[in-house]
């Protein structure tokens, strides 16, 4: 028998489910382009596409959004969440967005020019777009061992690699580097997260060549409790505490609350720097809306500000960070290839590893996510060489991971639900030759993981 951290909530309000039958299922994801992001969410039983979004809200933010004040300007809502922000992350200018690319946008219009370079502990697919349309290049500077699912010795994978980074700094210049993105945690390594004392030591190295540092901070409450958990010296901090040291290695961040505020959608950009936050706020007005909505509704910056302080109980982070490993144990205690460590937000299966006998353009990804599908109703995510896209002069991108993503909610889906998932996926395994590669048919200019279709080969 299993042991595991039960619950720290109860069930208030419940949702129903239903499972189609196989048939109906083979006939969905044909319709669907063998696209996972293409099936209707009534085709899906257990749904692990993302954790972005699909939160399950606390009676405490529901009764937010009733108070949700809904003026045009001067929103009390948005004074909560502003006032949220600067307590939790330190940051003393708050401009709300609709979600987390749209602080991307803000942020990379105000700071890219032509011909930049912007280095990265690994690239997240809309950080990177919105650097590339503004003319920036983009830099991985995460170690070596993030690209390796089988490293599971290190804690910190998503750590910089500071050689690589000084290494870029002294062949392109300082001036050329606008600012580091650093992802806490990394969520295309598989939700790593990165050591206090790197933050410190990429902060340190940056200040020193006059670079800034944003964060990536979608889901920095989970990076904190990683720290708690395994950085010495953090065991007996709370994670506010964690979160207060982490930005305070940064100048600014951009969010997207759609994951650790708990939210079912919103984002900010929160800066430091007087002159950029002017400069945010005259993009925020042609983009989002004024600088106190930012394309948010009042009850949404409610939800967000009460959500961001829910966020910080070590009870409901732990259980979550605890649900995501308890569905990866059990993958691989069958014998089934996943990254490892098991990160914050999501398993990964390593689909080169599960489906051997297919290479890497016959995009095993792409097609086990369908497989899966088709097997349980459980609907997961590519990312692999579909969500790598391509490079400038129109080549595929061959990333070292090819991973199918499932991706837990926070606060849905009971360990139940987790064991359903975990014997579909290895009974699946056991039969994994019968699972074909996939073939294009139609592939969109940008973020093709998003709609593209194909076909069994
Ligand atoms: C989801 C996500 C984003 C973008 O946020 P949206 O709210 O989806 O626009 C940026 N970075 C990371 C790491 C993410 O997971």
Redesign the pocket.
């Known amino acids: 028998m299993k042991r595991y951290m039960p619950e720290p909530y109860r069930i208030k309000s419940v949702e129903p489910l239903k499972i189609l039958s196989r048939k109906e299922r083979e006939e969905a994801i044909k319709r669907a382009g063998y696209n996972t992001f293409l099936l209707r969410s009534k085709e899906v039983y257990i749904d692990l596409l993302?954790?972005?979004?699909t939160n399950a809200m606390s009676d405490n933010q529901w009764a937010g959004l009733m108070l949700g004040d809904e003026a045009y300007a001067g929103s009390e809502s948005f004074f909560h969440l502003e006032e949220a922000v600067r307590d939790v992350f330190g940051f003393h200018y708050v401009v709300p967005t609709?979600?987390?690319?749209?602080?991307?946008n803000l942020l990379s219009q105000i700071l890219i020019k032509p011909g930049n370079y912007i280095p990265s502990n690994m690239y997240?697919?809309?950080?990177r777009a919105h650097m590339e349309l503004n003319g920036g290049i983009f830099v991985d500077v995460i170690i070596d061992e993030a690209h390796d699912p089988t490293r599971s010795d290190v804690l910190f994978k998503g750590n910089v690699d500071l050689d690589k980074y000084e290494a870029l700094i002294n062949k392109v210049g300082a001036e050329k580097i606008p600012y580091i993105c650093v992802?806490v945690?990394?969520?295309?390594a598989g939700g790593q997260p990165v050591s206090m004392e790197n933050l410190k030591q990429v902060y340190e190295l940056s200040k020193k060549h006059g670079i800034r540092v944003i964060f990536?901070a979608?889901?920095c409450v989970e990076n904190a409790y990683f720290i708690k958990s395994r950085e010495k010296g953090y065991e007996d901090r709370t994670i506010k505490e964690i979160l207060r040291e982490m930005f305070s290695y940064a100048d600014g961040c951009?969010?997207?609350?759609?994951?650790d505020c708990i939210v079912n959608?919103?984002?900010f950009l929160a800066l430091n720097d007087e002159e950029l936050y002017r400069k945010a706020c005259s993009l925020v007005v042609v983009y989002e809306g004024m600088p106190t909505y930012g394309g948010m509704s009042g009850r949404d910056m409610e939800a967000m500000a009460r959500g961001i302080y829910e966020a910080l109980d070590y009870n409901y982070i732990k259980h979550r960070v605890e649900q995501v490993r308890y569905l990866g144990e059990q993958l691989a205690e069958a014998g089934i290839p996943i990254v490892q460590p098991i990160g914050g937000?999501a398993v990964f299966i390593d689909a080169r590893r599960f489906l051997s006998h297919l290479v890497q353009d016959q995009l095993p990804a792409q097609a086990l996510a369908a497989a899966i599908y088709v097997d349980s109703g459980v609907r997961t995510m590519e990312r692999g060489i579909v969500s790598a896209g391509r490079d400038k002069d129109g080549k595929n991108r061959y990333p070292k991971l090819e991973l199918v993503r499932l991706t837990i909610p926070r606060r849905v889906y009971t360990y139940a639900h987790l064991d359903y998932v975990a014997d579909s996926i290895i009974s699946l395994y056991q039969n994994k030759n019968a699972i074909t590669g996939l073939k294009w048919v139609y592939e969109p200019p940008v973020l093709r993981f998003f709609t593209s279709r194909f076909e069994p080969i």
């Open positions: 993302t954790d972005s979004g609709h979600q987390g690319r749209g602080a991307e997240f697919t809309t950080t992802a945690t990394v969520n295309m990536d979608t889901r951009t969010m997207s609350g759609k994951k959608i919103g984002g937000h």
